[in-house]
T-cell receptor
């Protein structure tokens, strides 16, 4: 049972480069999320998709774009990476929002921007 | 804006002790509260989900309680083991904005 799968697991970028983090879930969940985790800041929501075809900004969306490609896949794109985007990125999914929203997380993608 | 606080930030106990981790939140208008475990360099593993209408949930040696009116939840771990060493996070899904807000976590070390 794969659950939530993220790729790549590690990435090093130079300032100004672009990249896309991929996320896929095999639990038939409606909602998907991207978080970043930084020391002393905890987990913060970047973007989420409540259902296929919709995306919404979270707490820290600046510098990121997302695409809900289909029900299974939700990608996060950094158009012009900055050192402040060095972080661990987590994708998560849930059956829904509201009171059905138990979250399941991927293993994380560790991004370093030089 | 919902704020979630976990105290203590770190805890070290000898093996076999029963222990309580605390989570407090400022806005009681919530859908649910979820407890997670995170091992170093790993993702978050869901431990327990408590709906706003529930008072507690149990899974094995873990018991989580929720007192919505006072904005508090506790995670009780019975007969702790070295394998329980990890960071424990609570997260609250608020009705306003429907977002999940995380606490800073409690880093637990259980010594053999």
């Amino acid at each position: 049972n794969a659950g939530v799968t993220q790729t790549p697991k590690f990435q090093v970028l130079k300032t100004g480069q672009s990249m896309t983090l991929q996320c896929a879930q095999d639990m038939n969940h409606n909602s998907m999320y991207w978080y970043r985790q930084d020391p002393g800041m905890g987990l913060r929501l970047i973007y989420y998709s409540a259902s296929e075809g919709t995306t919404d900004k979270g707490e820290v969306p600046n510098g990121y774009n997302v695409s809900r490609l289909n029900k299974r896949e939700f990608s996060l794109r950094l158009e012009s990476a900055a050192p402040s985007q060095t972080s661990v990125y987590f994708c998560a999914s849930s059956t829904g929002t509201g009171n059905t929203g138990e979250l399941f997380f991927g293993e994380g993608s560790r991004l370093t921007v030089l | 804006k919902q704020e979630v606080t976990q105290i203590p930030a770190a805890l070290s106990v000898p093996e076999g002790e029963n222990l309580v981790l605390n989570c407090s939140f400022t806005d009681s208008a919530i859908y649910n509260l979820q407890w997670f475990r995170q091992d170093p360099g790993k993702g978050l593993t869901s431990l327990l989900l408590i709906q706003s209408s529930q008072r507690e949930q149990t899974s094995g040696r873990l018991n989580a309680s929720l007192d919505k009116s006072s904005g508090r939840s506790t995670l009780y771990i019975a007969a702790s083991q070295p394998g329980d060493s990890a960071t424990y996070l609570c997260a609250v899904r608020g009705r306003a904005g429907n977002m999940l807000t995380f606490g800073g976590g409690t880093r637990l070390m259980v010594k053999p």
